[in-house]
């Protein structure tokens, strides 16, 4: 395969949802994204139940997930203490967000990026690279989030025994030249360990960025099926970029992403079943026969 | 200036909207887009009224649209009729469809792709530079269309006496990497005449298709405000790409567009209260302050 597309739905998604979704049914549509040939997914948040009752079943959702041949089960997790849960459940890697953003920083897991990076370097203490702890560093695109800066807090990641650090653009304020120009230099900066581009399509520039992030040779990318949990401001104003609309880009540009668009596709009627009101999005979706 | 947007609402969007926009209301509009910037628009098609009622008061709203300062009048022509209500209009370009997809040539304008040329040299040598002779090459992208012919049907309009030859994606079908091998194709088959790209959003894929023709050196858009005339299959799939979503784009690339943003998202209020019930598309609008 050319491209690694990582979907985060069932964890960024359904975060952001109006409603949760029951256990069950997060399972049918996890193993129906995996049978579309999606390789690797984000099950869920290893975060209290207290802060994000709709993340409480993660460990049991993983724990599921690994029972499919030949997927790739990621959760996201803050902390230490999701770490000890991502070990128990089984994942094979743990996403852990340390953002550029101090403001971010405090407001999303209430540390500082230093305090971030420690709770990295204690994890991967403890992992001993099973899981494999990954990084995405948010707001890594923001005005108050200097190019030294995130690049220093990307070394520093590295240092800390992060398998792979990528660039998410948490509040879609990203522009392709900007991308192309940081993706490019993070490369330069920490070599092979330079992990996914994860793009919000706030304001539209979703796939904008995904062609700037392939001319800068990224290869893997996190999309989220009909584009769910955004918080639309218009028609359109979806939150992560739509898994459907990047695996048909992909593919015509003569990429291979390994997916099957008709089974993926076929994947929505889950959600149209489980999320009855919310919102699903996409283009590609209204024109494929 | 490094980039000319080239705004088509006025044609490609009330072409295709719900219901017809008033004379008024299309000069008002067009005054509002000029005011915040646009350079150019192609404010209506001066085709058969029987065909497209909607379009019926080309030639008013060309002659109104001339009394703008600075603004460069567009109007399509389909053939040399056209043209001649062009010259009395006293616009100062011309835009020739010319379908490279035999099908769609017969189906739009009622010619084969030669007979359209043909139409492009008798109409180039009745204007005499004045106005100036362009043309988008329609369904560039598509399937049934070989870049060869493509690029011989861009030589042959060349030969015909357009100025310019831009290229298509009237059915959205076209992906990054297609874009940039045929515009820089394009470039070396005419040079200095290689025109706009014109970009539909129906596969979401339209800013990404932007972001390969500027590497292909395409300095030319074509865009329509709130991606006006779009027939959507799905929410958020618009027609043309949204002009404030490419604008935001450019600008934040560092690229100079003329356009003041703030300005152009207020023109979308007349469109609300001319077109009651269309839906207007765009992302930067909601996050606009």
Redesign the interface.
Same mark, same amino acid.
């Given at each position: 395969m050319d491209i690694l597309i990582s979907e985060v739905g069932p964890r960024d998604g359904l975060q952001n949802a109006k409603r949760a979704m029951a256990t069950a049914d997060k399972h049918r549509w996890i193993a129906a994204l995996a049978a579309a040939g999606l390789r690797e997914i984000e099950v869920g948040s290893l975060v209290s139940p207290k802060l994000l009752p709709q993340m409480a079943d993660t460990d049991e959702v993983a724990r599921q997930a690994r029972q499919i041949d030949g997927l790739t089960v990621l959760a996201l997790a803050p902390n230490l203490k999701g770490a000890e849960r991502g070990i128990a459940a089984g994942v094979h890697k743990l996403n852990f967000p340390v953002s550029a953003s101090r403001t971010h920083s405090m407001a999303n897991i209430r540390m500082t990026p230093e305090q971030a990076v420690e709770q990295v370097r204690q994890s991967a203490e403890l992992c001993k690279g099973n899981p494999v702890v990954e990084v995405g560093i948010s707001t890594a695109f923001d005005a108050d989030a200097s190019e030294d800066w995130v690049m220093q807090l990307a070394a520093d990641l590295v240092a800390a025994g992060a398998a792979s650090v990528g660039l998410s653009d948490t509040t879609?304020v990203a522009?392709?030249?900007?991308v192309k120009r940081m993706f490019i230099r993070l490369r330069r900066e920490i070599g092979d360990r330079a992990g996914a581009a994860h793009f919000h399509?706030?304001?539209?520039?979703g /796939?904008?960025n995904? @062609?700037?992030a392939l001319?800068a040779g990224v290869t893997t990318f996190d999309a989220s099926q009909a584009g769910l949990g955004g918080c639309?401001?218009?028609?359109?104003?979806?939150g992560n970029i739509?898994t459907e609309?990047l695996v048909?880009?992909l593919e015509?540009?003569?990429l291979r992403t390994g997916i099957d668009l008709g089974l993926l596709i076929a994947a929505r009627a889950i959600l149209a079943e489980a999320l009855p009101g919310e919102? /699903?999005?996409?283009? @590609?979706?209204?024109?494929f026969q």
């Open positions: 879609g522009n392709p030249a900007q399509n706030t304001r539209g520039q /796939l904008a995904v @062609v700037a001319d639309p401001y218009a028609p359109g104003a979806t739509v609309d048909w880009m015509s540009m003569g919102a /699903l999005y996409g283009h @590609v979706v209204g024109t």
